[in-house]
Nanobody
Framework: QVQLVESGGGSVQAGGSLRLSCSAP????????MGWFRQAPGKEREFVAT????????VYADSVKGRFTISRDSTKNTAFLQMNSLKPDDTAVYYC????????????????????WGQGTQVTVSS
């Protein structure tokens, strides 16, 4: 059973920052695009950001563009989500996911396309 492990969640005031991390087994991380999704109370899980296997391509949800940055470190088999200028609407459980990807394939925002998921980490932003 492949396990992705998120960390870095917590509580912060509006305007603050958090950095989420997602570690994956090396055999998975090296061949996968990585994505972040979130689920707020009473809402469906939604796409936040994704980064290609090579790290050269990134896509963001409109709601987080200019505030969040996704990155990856192949030496640590870890993906990151830097979240700045946080708003109360960003409150949610954040999940990372991996998707096996050939180098030339485009990244995807489709949740169903992702193979493995983490357990989630809570982010709470107070006004």
């Amino acid at each position: 059973q492949v396990q992705l492990v998120e960390s870095g969640g917590g509580s912060v005031q509006a305007g603050g920052s958090l950095r989420l991390s997602c570690s994956a087994p090396g055999r998975i991380f090296g061949r996968s695009a990585m994505g972040w999704f979130r689920q707020a109370p009473g809402k469906e899980r939604e796409f936040v950001a994704t980064i290609s296997r090579s790290g050269s391509n990134t896509v963001y949800a409109d709601s987080v563009k200019g505030r969040f940055t996704i990155s990856r470190d192949s030496t640590k088999n870890t993906a990151f989500l830097q979240m700045n200028s946080l708003k109360p609407d960003d409150t949610a459980v954040y999940y990372c996911a991996s998707k096996s990807q050939i180098l030339t394939a485009p990244v995807t925002m489709e949740e169903r396309a992702y193979d493995y998921w983490g357990q989630g980490t809570q982010v709470t932003v107070s006004s």
